[in-house]
């Protein structure tokens, strides 16, 4: 298991649960794991500096552990677009600056290395790059988190188009279930819900690592733990 980027159709598809999911499954099996959060808004002032939920989320399923500082070398309190939180803190970074910071940690080679992104495939850094620009420099392979949500087959495709596009593996997608009840809800309509997946693993043209029920109202350890259950590792038969 090589290290993978991590992405979504868009914000809150589910790419900190799936990626915390998929790294809970691999320490159950006895691996190493990291996860990387290069750069998060969205973090809340502590003691010890901003702390993301997202990073500590990772954080909580890396082993061996690792400093916070690692984990999220750019944090930024506003809950709004990287790009612009890191412009209001006067603090905006290169995509140099996360080649850097994420070089010795991917050199620890562990057997599991997950580099979450922000939002979706195109989400800005700066002025004159993207997050996806990342990927791209480290050549991670990458697993698209889709919202399973209407609409989230444009959305779908046209993500798996750029990265592409950009030269990338797309290694796997997972499906995270956003509108219960809807026609991506098994429980509601089981023959649209068939439907709806089968065109889904027809259009990505790539392995399908799981699909995650609605999972709310726990802590992101036991979330964490629950869509592991959901998942397989990528590469895995």
């Not at 809340?44 to 061996?64: F, K, M, Y």
């Amino acid at each position: 298991m090589p290290a993978y980027f991590v992405t979504g159709t868009d914000t809150d598809a589910g790419k900190t649960l799936v990626a915390s999911g998929l790294l809970a499954l691999a320490r159950r099996r006895g691996h190493t794991t990291l996860g990387l959060k290069p750069v998060a808004s969205g973090c809340d002032a502590t003691t010890r500096g901003l702390r993301n939920i997202d990073a500590l989320t990772l954080g909580e399923q890396s082993t061996p552990e690792v400093p916070y500082e690692v984990l999220n070398p750019y944090a930024y309190a506003p809950a709004i677009a990287p790009h612009l939180a890191a412009w209001r803190a006067g603090d905006v970074p290169t995509l140099d600056d996360l080649v850097a910071a994420t070089a010795d940690p991917l050199a620890w080679q562990r057997d599991l290395t997950l580099v979450e992104g922000a939002g979706g495939w195109r989400v800005p850094l700066n002025d004159h790059e993207d997050l996806a620009g990342l990927a791209r420099r480290l050549e991670l392979p990458v697993i698209l988190v889709v919202g399973l949500k209407l609409g989230c087959l444009n959305h779908a495709i046209l993500s798996a188009e750029a990265i592409r596009a950009d030269g990338l593996q797309l290694a796997g997608w997972v499906g995270n279930l956003i509108e219960p009840g809807l026609s991506f809800d098994e429980a509601g309509d089981a023959a649209l819900y068939r439907d709806n997946l089968e065109t889904l693993t027809r259009r990505l043209s790539a392995p399908n690592l799981g699909i995650l029920p609605h999972l709310a109202g726990e802590s992101p350890a036991a979330r964490a733990e629950a869509a592991a259950d959901h998942l397989r590792l990528p590469g895995s038969d």
